[in-house]
C-alpha cells in the first residue's frame, strides 16, 4: 500500500516549498540592503519614495534627501530586527521540508520545526512593530536636523496575521507530537 505522504506530488510539494525558502531569504536580505543603500544616495524620484520603509511612509514621512553610511548601517541595523525572526521561521520551515522529503512526517524534526516556525512568526510581529517604531523615529530625527523627531508605533493586521498564525504553528506542533507517540504505539505493537 502507498503512503500519501510519499506521493510524488507530496514529494515535489516539499521540495518546492523547501527552494522557495531559500529565494525568500535571499529576496528579504536583498531588498534590506538594496532599501538603504538606495536611501543613502537620496533623490526625488517616485522610485527613491518607494523605498522608504512603510511605518515612515504611513507617518507622513519623506525619503531624506542622503543619507551618510553610519546612518545607512543604523537603518540596516534596525531592518535586522524582522529579517532574525525571518530568517528563524525559514530555517524552520527548511527543516520541516527536510522531515517531509525524508518521509519523516511525524518526526521529531518536523515537530520541532512547527514549533520553532510558532516562535518565528510570533517574534516576527513584535520584531515589526519594533521596527517600525524605530525607523520612524531615526527618520524623522534625521529631517528634523537632529533636533527632535517622532516614534509611530503601528499594530495591524499583518502584525495581528502573524501572531495567529504563529499561535497556530504551535498548536500544529502538538498535534503533530501527538501524531509521533500514536505512530510509536503503533510501530510498537508490530
Not at 524552520?92 to 520545526?113: H, Y
Not at 527618520?139 to 501572531?163: D, K, P, R, T
Request: glycine residues 12%.
Amino acid at each position: 500500500m502507498t503512503n500519501d505522504l510519499q506521493s510524488p506530488a507530496f514529494q515535489r510539494l516539499s521540495r518546492l516549498l523547501n527552494g522557495l525558502t531559500w529565494a525568500c531569504g535571499l529576496l528579504g536580505v536583498g531588498f534590506s540592503v538594496a532599501r538603504w543603500v538606495g536611501l543613502g544616495r537620496g533623490g526625488e524620484s517616485a522610485w527613491h519614495s518607494l523605498l522608504l520603509p512603510l511605518q515612515a511612509q504611513l507617518a507622513g514621512l519623506k525619503p531624506p534627501p542622503s543619507l551618510s553610511w553610519p546612518w545607512q548601517l543604523a537603518g540596516l541595523g534596525l531592518e535586522c530586527l524582522p529579517l532574525a525572526a525571518l530568517a528563524l521561521s525559514l530555517l524552520s520551515l527548511r527543516s520541516i521540508c527536510a522531515a517531509f522529503i525524508a518521509g519523516e512526517v511525524f518526526s521529531g524534526q518536523a515537530v520541532r520545526g512547527f514549533k520553532r516556525l510558532g516562535q518565528g512568526l510570533m517574534a516576527m510581529a513584535l520584531l515589526s512593530v519594533l521596527y517600525g517604531a524605530g525607523v520612524t523615529a531615526l527618520l524623522s530625527w534625521l529631517a528634523s536636523g537632529q533636533h527632535g523627531g517622532l516614534v509611530a508605533v503601528s499594530l495591524g493586521s499583518f502584525e495581528i496575521s502573524l501572531l495567529i498564525l504563529g499561535l497556530l504553528m504551535r498548536l500544529l506542533s502538538q498535534v503533530m507530537a501527538e501524531g509521533q507517540r500514536l505512530k510509536a504505539e503503533t510501530e510498537a505493537f508490530v
